[in-house]
T-cell receptor, first 113, second 113 residues
Framework: ETGVTQSPTHLIKTRGQQVTLRCSSQ?????VSWYQQALGQGPQFIFQ???????GRGNFPPRFSGLQFPNYSSELNVNALELDDSALYLC????????????FGPGTRLLVL | QKEVEQDPGPLSVPEGAIVSLNCTYS??????FMWYRQYSRKGPELLMY????GNKEDGRFTAQVDKSSKYISLFIRDSQPSDSATYLC?????????????FGKGTLLTVNP
C-alpha cells in the first residue's frame, strides 16, 4: 500500500504568478483535502474533493482552486500569488464511508518572492 | 476567539518524563478528536483518534477527551528523544460534507537524552 505523495517538494515563485501542486492519494482512498500551513501555525483547511467535485471549502479566496481526477489524484491551483501564500501545502486523503481518518502527504513548500 | 487553542510551547523535558499536551476548543459541535505528530519539514502523522468523550490508550500514548469542559489532552509516558516533534491537536464536527479538520497551532516538544 503506497502512502500519499505530493509534488514538487519545493517551489519558488514570484508575486503574481500561478502555481499548480499535485497530490496522489493513498491507495483505495476516494477523498482528498488540501491544507495550508504557514510557518509556526497549524494547518488550515482549504477545500475537499470527493467524486471529482468540491465538497466543502475553508476561508480561502477563489484564486485557490482545485481538481480531482478519476484516479482520485488531485491538483491545487493558486493564481495571482501573494507573498502571504508562502507556506507548506498539505494534501490528505481518506476513504468516505469507512473511518474517514485523513492521512497526510509530506507537503509542498512554496515560497513566493 | 480561535476555535481551537493550543499552547505552542516550546516544551523541553528529560528522557523518561511524562509529557502532557492540551487543547481547548469553543465549538461544541466537534465530535472527533485527533492528535497528529509532525517532524520538522514533514507532513503530520496521525497518532490518536477518538470519538466523543473518554480515554484511549495506545502504547505509551493516552488521549483524553472531556467534552463538558471542551478540553482534550495527550499524555506521553516514558518519553524518548524520538518523540521530539510538533504535536498538533485536530477536531472535526462529523464525517461527510462537514469533515474538515480544525487544528491547533501545535506544541513543539523536545525530549533531551
Amino acid at each position: 500500500e503506497t502512502g500519499v505523495t505530493q509534488s514538487p517538494t519545493h517551489l519558488i515563485k514570484t508575486r503574481g504568478q500561478q502555481v499548480t501542486l499535485r497530490c496522489s492519494s493513498q491507495s483505495g482512498h476516494n477523498t482528498v483535502s488540501w491544507y495550508q500551513q504557514a510557518l509556526g501555525q497549524g494547518p488550515q483547511f482549504i477545500f475537499q474533493y470527493y467524486r471529482e467535485e468540491e465538497n466543502g471549502r475553508g476561508n480561502f479566496p477563489p484564486r485557490f482552486s482545485g481538481l480531482q481526477f478519476p484516479n482520485y489524484s488531485s491538483e491545487l491551483n493558486v493564481n495571482a500569488l501573494e507573498l502571504d501564500d508562502s507556506a507548506l501545502y498539505l494534501c490528505a486523503s481518506s476513504f468516505r464511508g469507512m473511518d474517514e481518518t485523513q492521512y497526510f502527504g509530506p507537503g509542498t513548500r512554496l515560497l513566493v518572492l | 476567539q480561535k476555535e481551537v487553542e493550543q499552547d505552542p510551547g516550546p516544551l523541553s523535558v528529560p528522557e523518561g518524563a511524562i509529557v502532557s499536551l492540551n487543547c481547548t476548543y469553543s465549538n461544541s459541535a466537534f465530535q472527533y478528536f485527533m492528535w497528529y505528530r509532525q517532524y520538522s519539514r514533514k507532513g503530520p502523522e496521525l497518532l490518536m483518534y477518538t470519538y466523543s468523550s473518554g480515554n484511549k490508550e495506545d502504547g505509551r500514548f493516552t488521549a483524553q477527551v472531556d467534552k463538558s469542559s471542551k478540553y482534550i489532552s495527550l499524555f506521553i509516558r516514558d518519553s524518548q528523544p524520538s518523540d521530539s516533534a510538533t504535536y498538533l491537536c485536530a477536531m472535526s464536527e462529523s464525517g461527510g460534507s462537514n469533515y474538515k479538520l480544525t487544528f491547533g497551532k501545535g506544541t513543539l516538544l523536545t525530549v533531551n537524552p
